[in-house]
C-alpha cells in the first residue's frame, strides 16, 4: 500500500524562504494582516485533510469508479468519496481563498494552490469534483452580472453546489470554432440549449445538490468559428428567486468515458435537450469568460502533475530504501544484509533525484506562479498588476505542458524504480503514472500549450515578456556571478538566457517565412523555456541553501536541495542543447514526409 505526507517543509521553505511570499501579500491591502504562522497553520490542517481523508479512497476509488444509472442519468461516484466531500464543506475548505463578499475566507491564492497540490497528491480523481468549481466560480466573479454572482457564488463558495466547465463535443476537441450546440433565445430572457459535450470532467456526481454548468454554444445568428460563441449558465437544477432548487433542467448524462486513469472522477457525456441557460457576459463574447477558467484550469492541471510526481517520489524513495537487490559496485554496503537496498546503485538514484529535482522546481514556480496571481488582481499598484498578468501569461503553458511532462517523465522513474512490483497496482505506482497521463492531454494538449507560448506569448508581442523574464535572471547572475559557489547553477542560466534571444530571433524569423516552422519548433522551445525557468528557481533555492550552511546552519534540508540542485544543473538541464538543436532542424523533414506517411 502507498503512503502519502504533506510536503510541508519544502512548502514553507519555497513560501518564507525563497519568495519572501508574505512580504508581497502584506503590500495588498486586503492580506496586510497576513503572516507566516497562519499561513503555515492553515496547510498544517490542510495536509491532515489530505492524508487522512482523501488519500484512503485513492486506490479504492480508481478500483470502482463512478456507475451510471441508465434510466436516471444519475451518476454514483466511488464509497467514500461523498463523505470526504461533506468533511471538506464541512471544513470550510471550499471558502479559503474565495471572495469574503460571497462568504469567503479571503486567503491568498497560493495557500489555496498548496492546499490543492496535497489533495492531488493524496487522490487526484477526487480532487477534481470542487477543482473544477475553482474554476466556474473565477468565470463568473469576473464576468456574471450581479444576480448571476448573487444567485451562484454564495453556494459554490460554500461547497453546497459544485461547477462545471462544458466546452468539447465528439467533433470538435481544442478547434472549438467547430462546435455545434445551439442556443435559442427565449421571451423570458433565458435560452433554450441543445447539443451534447463530451470529456466533461465531475460532469454528474452525488456529491453536492446542484452542479452548475458553464456552456459554450452557439446564438441563431451567431457568425462563424470561435467568434460566434456565447457562454451560458445551465445548472443541473433551477434555481428559483429566493435561491432554493427548482425543477430538474434538461441536461443530463448520456454516458460515462472508460477511461486510461483518474477513473473516480465522473467524465461524463452531457445531453442538453432544452436545458434553460443565461448568457454570461456578451453575446458572441463567449470565449473571454471561459478562458477565466481555462487558465486557471491550466495553472490547475500542473498542479495535479506536481501532486503525481511527489506522491510517486515519496513511495518510490521509501521503496529504494528497503528492497535489497544485488550488491552496490564499489562494494558491500548493507554486510548484515544478502543483498544491498537499490538506493546505493547510480540508476535509481538517478531516477529518485529526477522525480525530485522536477517535483521540487515545480513547487517554486507554481508558489510564484500563484503570487504572480495574487498581484494581477489584487495589488494597488497598476503597473505591478499589468507586469505580474502579463509574466502569468507567459508562465501560464510552462506549467501546464513543462510541469505535466515532467511529471510522466518522473512517475514512471518512479514506477521502474520498483521493477516489476510497479506494474502491479497493490504498489499504487501505476496509478500515479496512468492518472497523470492525463494532464499531458486535456485543458489543450501539450502541443498546443506550446503553440500558445512560442506563437502569442513570445513571438506575439517580439519576446517583450521574455525579455522581463530575463531581467530577472540577469539580476541573479549580476548577484551571484562572482561567488564561486554559486558559478555550476548560475553559469548554465547565464548562457541559456543569452542564447534564448539568438534561438527565438532565429525561430521567430523562420517562421515568418513559413508558419509551419513555429509548429516545428514549438514543444522543443517551450522545454527550453521551461528549463530556464526551473534552472531560475533552482538557483535561487541553492543560493537560499548554501547561505544558511555558510552561516552554520546544521540542517540537512539545505544540504539535501544543494545536491538536488547539483543533479538538476547536471543531468537535467543540459537537454537544452539536444532540443534547441533539434528545434532547429525545422519542418522540412516532417512536412516532406508524405511518401513516409502514405
Given amino acids: 500500500m502507498p503512503t502519502y505526507t504533506p510536503p510541508l517543509r519544502d512548502m514553507q521553505f519555497v513560501m518564507h524562504e525563497v519568495l519572501h511570499v508574505v512580504d508581497d501579500l502584506t503590500a495588498i491591502p486586503k492580506h496586510a494582516d497576513m503572516d507566516v504562522d497562519t499561513i503555515n497553520a492553515v496547510l498544517e490542517e490542510g495536509g491532515k485533510f489530505a492524508a487522512e481523508v482523501a488519500f484512503p479512497l485513492n486506490q479504492s476509488g480508481d478500483a470502482e469508479g463512478c456507475k451510471l444509472d441508465p434510466v436516471t442519468h444519475e451518476v454514483t461516484t466511488p464509497t467514500g468519496f461523498k463523505e470526504a466531500y461533506a468533511k471538506y464543506v464541512e471544513g470550510g475548505w471550499p471558502a479559503?481563498?474565495?471572495?469574503?463578499?460571497?462568504?469567503?475566507?479571503?486567503?491568498?491564492?497560493?495557500?489555496?494552490?498548496?492546499?490543492?497540490?496535497?489533495?492531488?497528491?493524496?487522490?487526484?480523481?477526487?480532487?477534481?469534483?470542487?477543482?473544477?468549481?475553482?474554476?466556474?466560480?473565477?468565470?463568473?466573479?469576473a464576468h456574471g452580472t450581479e444576480e448571476q454572482k448573487q444567485t451562484y457564488l454564495h453556494k459554490m463558495t460554500s461547497g453546497e453546489w459544485l461547477g462545471t466547465m462544458c466546452l468539447t463535443e465528439a467533433h470538435c476537441g481544442t478547434d472549438l470554432g467547430l462546435m455545434r450546440s445551439k442556443a435559442e433565445p427565449q421571451a423570458d430572457g433565458t435560452y433554450k440549449i441543445t447539443g451534447e459535450k463530451i470529456f466533461i470532467s465531475a460532469g454528474e456526481n452525488d456529491m453536492a445538490s446542484n452542479i452548475i454548468h458553464l456552456v459554450l454554444a452557439r446564438?441563431?445568428?451567431?457568425?462563424?468559428?470561435?467568434?460566434?460563441?456565447?457562454?451560458?449558465?445551465?445548472?443541473?437544477?433551477?434555481?428559483?428567486?429566493?435561491?432554493?432548487?427548482?425543477?430538474?433542467n434538461g441536461?443530463?448524462?448520456g454516458g460515462l468515458e472508460h477511461k486510461m486513469g483518474i477513473c473516480g472522477n465522473a467524465t461524463a457525456q452531457l445531453v442538453l435537450d432544452g436545458a434553460v441557460g443565461t448568457m454570461v457576459g456578451q453575446p458572441n463574447k463567449g470565449m473571454q469568460a471561459m478562458f477565466v477558467m481555462m487558465n486557471a484550469a491550466r495553472l490547475g492541471v500542473g498542479n495535479q502533475s506536481l501532486g503525481q510526481t511527489e506522491v510517486a517520489y515519496q513511495n518510490a524513495l521509501a521503496y529504494a530504501k528497503e528492497r535489497i537487490q544485488m550488491r552496490s559496485l564499489t562494494g558491500v554496503k548493507a554486510k548484515d544484509k544478502p543483498a544491498d537496498p537499490i538506493i546505493v546503485h547510480p540508476d535509481v538514484r538517478k531516477m529518485l533525484l529526477t522525480a525530485k529535482a522536477y517535483a521540487e522546481g515545480g513547487r517554486a514556480l507554481l508558489c510564484y506562479s500563484a503570487m504572480l496571481l495574487e498581484k494581477e488582481h489584487s495589488h494597488p499598484d497598476e503597473k505591478v498588476r499589468k507586469d505580474a498578468g502579463e509574466l502569468l501569461a507567459m508562465l501560464?503553458?510552462?506549467?501546464?505542458?513543462?510541469?505535466?511532462?515532467?511529471?510522466?517523465?518522473?512517475?514512471?522513474?518512479?514506477?521502474?524504480?520498483?521493477?516489476?512490483h510497479g506494474y502491479i497496482k497493490d504498489w499504487g505506482m501505476e496509478q500515479f503514472a496512468r492518472d497523470n497521463r492525463i494532464n499531458m492531454i486535456y485543458e489543450g494538449t501539450n502541443t498546443v500549450q506550446s503553440l500558445d507560448l512560442l506563437g502569442r506569448k513570445i513571438l506575439g508581442n517580439n519576446g517583450a515578456t521574455l525579455r522581463k523574464f530575463g531581467k530577472l535572471v540577469g539580476q541573479l547572475v549580476a548577484e551571484e556571478g562572482v561567488n564561486e559557489k554559486m558559478a555550476e547553477f548560475i553559469t548554465p542560466i547565464a548562457i541559456l538566457g543569452d542564447q534564448m534571444t539568438k534561438f527565438t530571433t532565429?525561430?521567430?524569423?523562420?517562421?515568418?517565412?513559413n508558419a509551419d516552422e513555429v509548429g516545428a519548433a514549438a514543444v522543443d522551445y517551450l522545454r527550453v523555456a521551461g528549463h530556464l525557468v526551473f534552472?531560475?528557481?533552482?538557483?535561487?533555492?541553492?543560493?537560499?541553501?548554501?547561505r544558511e550552511i555558510a552561516a552554520g546552519n546544521t540542517d540537512?534540508?539545505?544540504?539535501?536541495?544543494?545536491?538536488?540542485?547539483?543533479?538538476?544543473?547536471?543531468?537535467?538541464?543540459?537537454?537544452t542543447a539536444t532540443l534547441m538543436r533539434t528545434a532547429r532542424a525545422g519542418s522540412k523533414v516532417l512536412m516532406d514526409t508524405d511518401a513516409a506517411l502514405a
Fill in 96 to 141: 479559503l481563498a474565495c471572495d469574503t463578499a460571497f462568504g469567503g475566507q479571503g486567503l491568498p491564492h497560493i495557500v489555496n494552490q498548496c492546499f490543492y497540490e496535497m489533495l492531488n497528491s493524496a487522490n487526484q480523481s477526487w480532487t477534481m469534483y470542487p477543482g473544477l468549481t475553482h474554476g466556474a466560480y473565477a468565470a463568473l466573479h
Fill in 556 to 575: 540537512s534540508f539545505y544540504l539535501a536541495k544543494v545536491q538536488t540542485a547539483r543533479f538538476y544543473f547536471a543531468k537535467l538541464f543540459p537537454e
Fill in 219 to 248: 446564438l441563431p445568428d451567431a457568425p462563424v468559428g470561435i467568434k460566434g460563441v456565447s457562454l451560458f449558465i445551465v445548472p443541473k437544477f433551477l434555481v428559483k428567486q429566493d435561491g432554493s432548487l427548482g425543477a430538474r
Fill in 396 to 420: 501560464t503553458p510552462i506549467v501546464k505542458a513543462f510541469i505535466t511532462d515532467n511529471g510522466h517523465i518522473s512517475t514512471n522513474a518512479c514506477m521502474q524504480v520498483f521493477g516489476g
Fill in 506 to 513: 532565429e525561430i521567430g524569423f523562420k517562421g515568418f517565412q
Fill in 535 to 546: 534552472g531560475y528557481f533552482w538557483a535561487r533555492m541553492a543560493q537560499v541553501a548554501l
Fill in 251 to 253: 441536461i443530463y448524462c
